[in-house]
T-cell receptor, first 114, second 115 residues
């Protein structure tokens, strides 16, 4: 079974631009979560999607948004990029998102904002 | 709110020895899951082991075992017979029913295995 895939793996943008990251979950998994990882803040939850609906949201500004498609693939978008948005963005999928389900992570997208 | 504390920023262990990585948590949720993940320098998070709050026995997965002490709210990871490939960051995480099953992560412990 193929794992979680994320594209692109690396991205370089400049301040003010916008970016879209893509995540394909493990086949059959309906829950997709996004995390931002930085050396200073660690792993921070962005949001979770389940069956095309945002089910949970972390404490991030509205510049961060996401969506999930009917095939469970998910995208996250960051508008008006700031230098502080430079981070590793991790996507994780789980079967239902229930507390007993482990999450499986993708390799991440490393975003650098110049 | 949930909180995960990992008090060991860095640990060293001799190859083939066992090592314990500490994790304590704070929650008022009666039902929750505890997880450990490994993150090598490549960046990908690898699921290691899971413990449910109602599980009576400590979880084990190969060389990994979870020392779960519910009353003390601790969920330490024990790695036996350390290998060079175990050098990585290790994250403790939990998710609970009352917080929408959102994952909360600790700050991580960097483990270095010395040959």
């Amino acid at each position: 079974k193929a794992g979680v895939t994320q594209t692109p793996r690396y991205l370089i943008k400049t301040r003010g631009q916008q970016v879209t990251l893509s995540c394909s979950p493990i086949s059959g998994h309906r829950s997709v979560s996004w995390y931002q990882q930085t050396p200073g803040q660690g792993l921070q939850f962005l949001f979770e999607y389940f069956s095309e609906t945002q089910r949970n949201k972390g404490n991030f500004p509205g510049r961060f948004s996401g969506r999930q498609f009917s095939n469970s693939r998910s995208e996250m978008n960051v508008s008006t990029l700031e230098l502080g948005d430079s981070a590793l963005y991790l996507c994780a999928s789980s079967l239902t998102g229930d507390r007993y389900n482990e999450q499986f992570f993708g390799p991440g997208t490393r975003l650098t904002v110049l | 709110a949930q909180k995960i504390t990992q008090t060991q920023p860095g640990m060293f262990v001799q190859e083939k020895e066992a090592v314990t990585l500490d994790c304590t948590y704070d929650t008022s949720d009666p039902s929750y899951g505890l997880f450990w993940y490994k993150q090598p320098s490549s960046g990908e998070m690898i699921f290691l082991i899971y413990q449910g709050s109602y599980d009576q026995q400590n979880a084990t997965e190969g060389r990994y075992s979870l020392n779960f002490q519910k009353a003390r709210k601790s969920a330490n990871l024990v790695i036996s017979a350390s290998q060079l490939g175990d050098s990585a960051m290790y994250f403790c995480a939990m998710r609970g029913r009352n917080t929408g099953n959102q994952f909360y992560f600790g700050t991580g412990t960097s483990l270095t295995v010395i040959p």
